[in-house]
């Protein structure tokens, strides 16, 4: 039931009213805010009066500067990491460089825009572009950079990295404009790398924009989908043409020190053959010096010598024996070389010489003695020495 609500028996529980009865209003919240300042007014040196509010002194005004002026000099420490430099702007303009470190900077005064010189950023352009041959291919390139100078960065222009992005893109479709497509998918890849960043150098340059490019990649190039398959074909042609040109300079590899080694054997054979003919002319010369002596003492018997060593030097390398019949025309013919041959095929053994094929041999040799015996006394001994030791 309610506190005065009818029927309660008389009994009006106003709860703003005490236990004794006493009628009590809500309380003055004029009253809570005089007493509280009251209170902070004498802390500080006030005056506080019954009906009134005390006001600060000069030891509390002091204070309270104090206290806001050592917060606002511990707002404006700050950290400068080692890989950044920090850029200190004083009412919005630069003032100086901030080394890595601890630094301090005045609060609401000045302002500091840290950046980092040492990260590698990257940049990236593709698209399809037209060669000089008029041709469609789509090339990406990815360029590295990093920042040298802060201050050039920020505030030589109005973004140093979308600059960055538009030099490039303008760079590498002026390279890929000015070479052919063979150029740009096979061969030429390095070519349009190089030129693709010294053209990028040229196109920051004037704008200073406080970067260095340190690298630039031509990551991928491709014909359109329309000519992908001819141009497979074509990259493999080119490799075959690189594995045979390797084959090739393998095979050459190989066979050139054979050569060489051939080529030595034979020059060590011409030496030889060339010595070998000089010593025997030389020997050749002595001997006719040697001779001619005896040929100017007995010229028909050396002659005769001289025919007869010759013959048996030439019918000593002949397998057959011809002889000749004095008082006849017929000549006896021995077929050496036969007779050897069939005793080697066959068996059986072969026939010897009879008896009268003897003695009408040493006829013939004692008729060649008696032709030879008007010879002088040196030309007789020797005919004798060598047809006695012949019979």
């Known amino acids: 039931m309610a506190w005065n609500e009818p029927g309660n028996n008389g009994n009006d529980n106003d709860p703003w009213k005490n236990r004794g009865g006493r009628d009590q209003g809500p309380p003055d919240l004029d ?6 300042g009251n209170k902070f007014g004498g802390i500080f040196g006030g005056k506080p009066g019954k009906g009134g509010n005390g006001g600060l002194g000069g030891a509390g005004f002091v204070f309270i500067l104090i206290i806001a002026a050592i917060v606002w000099a511990l707002s404006g420490i700050y950290t400068v990491k080692e890989a950044e430099r920090g850029i200190v702007l004083q009412f919005g303009k630069f003032d100086r460089i901030a080394e890595p470190g601890l630094r301090w900077k005045a609060t609401f005064i000045e302002r500091v825009i840290p950046v980092d ?3 590698v950023r990257s940049l990236s352009a593709s698209g399809f572009m037209l060669t000089e041959d008029e041709n469609v291919v789509s090339v990406e390139f990815e360029v590295q950079y990093r920042v040298v100078d802060p201050t050039l960065y920020r505030f030589s222009v109005t973004d140093a990295d979308h600059s960055l992005q538009q030099a490039l893109d303008s760079a590498l479709r002026y390279v890929v404009g ?9 061969t030429g890849r390095e070519v349009v790398r190089q030129r693709t960043w010294e053209e990028l150098n040229s196109i920051i340059e004037p704008y200073n924009l406080g970067l260095i490019v340190t690298d630039v990649n031509f990551k991928d190039s491709r014909p359109p989908a329309e000519v992908k398959d001819a141009f497979d ?3 493999a042609a080119q490799e075959d043409e690189e594995r045979f040109i390797r084959e090739a300079e393998a095979y050459a590899r190989e066979i050139e020190p054979r050569a060489r080694g051939q080529v030595t054997r034979m020059t060590q054979e011409a030496e030889a053959y060339r010595e070998r003919i000089i010593l025997e002319s030389r020997g050749e010369v002595e001997r006719f010096e040697k001779l001619l002596p005896e040929y100017q003492a007995a010229k028909e018997v050396t002659r005769k010598r001289l025919y007869i060593d010759a013959m048996e030097q030439i019918l000593g390398r ?10 006849g025309n017929n000549m006896l ?3 050496l070389d036969k007779i050897m041959q069939s005793h080697s095929n066959t068996s059986s053994p072969v026939r010897l010489p009879n008896q009268s094929d003897i003695e009408q041999l040493r006829r013939t040799i004692e008729g060649t003695q008696q032709q030879n015996s008007s010879v ?6 020797f005919n004798r020495d060598r047809f006695g030791n012949g019979r």
Do not use: C
């Open 333 to 335: 013919y021995l077929p």
């Open 117 to 119: 010189i040492e990260a």
């Open 178 to 186: 000015h070479s052919r497509m063979d150029q740009v998918l096979t």
């Open 376 to 381: 002088n006394s040196g030309g007789d001994r």
């Open 318 to 327: 002949s397998s057959k024996v011809l002889v000749d019949v004095e008082g």
């Open 31 to 36: 009253e809570v805010f005089r007493k509280f």
């Open 233 to 235: 074909d074509a990259i």
